[in-house]
C-alpha cells in the first residue's frame, strides 16, 4: 500500500449524478500497460481536471471515452449508455451528447473556421442550409471569435484563435459534456486566463459538464471543482483541489506543494 486515500463514494456522491462512469479500466499497447483497473466517476455540471506526469495516459483515458481508444478490459457508460457495447444507434445518439476540442484543435486544414463548425452538424442534424449558417455564426461568437473569422483557415489563426475555433466545433450540437485536452498549452498567461475565464464562463451560462485533461495548475485552481490524478496505472485520488496538498504521495505532494502550486492559489484566490 502507498498510503494514498482510494476514491471512496460519500452521501454526498451518492446524490450526485454520474454521468461518466469508468470501471475496471485496463489499456495496454503492445507490452506496455497504461491504465490497469481504472474507476473514474464524472460528475453532472461538474469542472473535473485530470492530471498526472508524463506518460500517466491522461490523454488515452479521454480518447476512450469518446471511443476513439478501444481498451483492452472494462466499462464505460456516458450518460447511461454504454460506449464500448452499444448498439450503433445508441453510439451515433451519444455522439451528439458530447464535444471534443483536441490540444491542438484538430481542426480541418482544408476547411474555413465556419466550415469547421458546420462539420458535426452536417453528420448529425437534418435543418436547412440557412439555419445551420446561424447557428455555426453563433457558436463562433459565442466563444469570443470575431465574425471575420468564419471565413478564415485555420493556417490563418492564431494558436488561441484557433483553440477557441476547436471550442465552437465542440459546441456546436449544444452538448452536455465537452471534453478538453490541454486548452492552455502553447498560450501565453494572458491567453491562457481569458480561455479559462471563457471556460467558467460557458459551464456556468449552459450548465455544461467538462472533463479537462490539464497540467495548467492557474487552470485548476481558477475553474476546476474536482481533481482526479493519474498515477500508478490508475485514478490515485480525486477530490478538491483543496484536498491534494495532504496526499502522501511524492508525485502528488511536489505537483500541489512546490512554489508554482502556491503561487497558482494565491493567483485562484484573489481572483
Not at 63 to 92: H, Y
Not at 123 to 147: A, C, D, F, N, T
Request: aromatic share 6%; charged share 25%.
Amino acid at each position: 500500500m502507498d498510503g494514498t486515500p482510494a476514491p471512496r463514494t460519500t452521501q454526498a456522491d451518492a446524490e450526485r449524478e454520474a454521468v461518466i462512469r469508468v470501471r475496471g479500466l485496463t489499456n495496454r499497447f503492445g507490452p506496455q500497460v497504461v491504465h490497469e483497473n481504472l474507476d473514474l466517476d464524472v460528475w453532472r455540471g461538474e469542472v473535473l481536471g485530470v492530471v498526472g506526469g508524463s506518460g500517466t495516459g491522461k490523454s488515452v483515458l479521454m480518447r476512450s471515452i469518446v471511443g476513439l481508444n478501444k481498451p483492452a478490459a472494462g466499462s464505460i457508460e456516458v450518460l447511461g449508455v454504454d460506449v464500448l457495447n452499444g448498439t450503433e444507434a445508441d453510439r451515433r445518439r451519444i455522439e451528439k451528447s458530447w464535444g471534443v476540442a483536441f490540444q491542438y484543435g484538430a481542426l480541418f486544414s482544408s476547411l474555413t473556421v465556419l466550415q469547421n463548425v458546420l462539420a458535426p452538424m452536417r453528420e448529425h442534424l437534418k435543418i436547412s442550409e440557412r439555419l445551420m449558417q446561424e447557428l455555426g455564426e453563433l457558436k463562433i461568437s459565442l466563444v469570443g471569435l470575431p465574425l471575420t473569422s468564419c471565413s478564415k483557415f485555420p493556417s490563418e489563426l492564431s494558436g488561441g484563435m484557433r483553440k477557441r475555433a476547436a471550442l465552437a466545433r465542440a459546441l456546436a450540437l449544444d452538448p452536455e459534456i465537452v471534453f478538453l485536452d490541454e486548452p492552455t498549452a502553447g498560450l501565453d498567461p494572458i491567453g491562457a486566463a481569458a480561455y479559462d475565464d471563457l471556460i467558467g464562463e460557458l459551464q456556468r451560462a449552459l450548465g455544461l459538464t467538462v472533463f479537462m485533461v490539464t497540467h495548467d495548475l492557474d487552470s485548476l485552481y481558477a475553474i476546476c471543482d474536482r481533481v482526479a490524478v493519474l498515477a500508478e496505472k490508475r485514478v490515485l485520488v480525486e477530490g478538491p483541489i483543496e484536498d491534494m496538498a495532504s496526499v502522501d504521495h511524492p508525485w502528488v505532494r511536489e505537483y500541489f506543494t512546490g512554489p508554482r502550486a502556491r503561487a497558482a492559489s494565491e493567483k485562484g484566490r484573489s481572483t
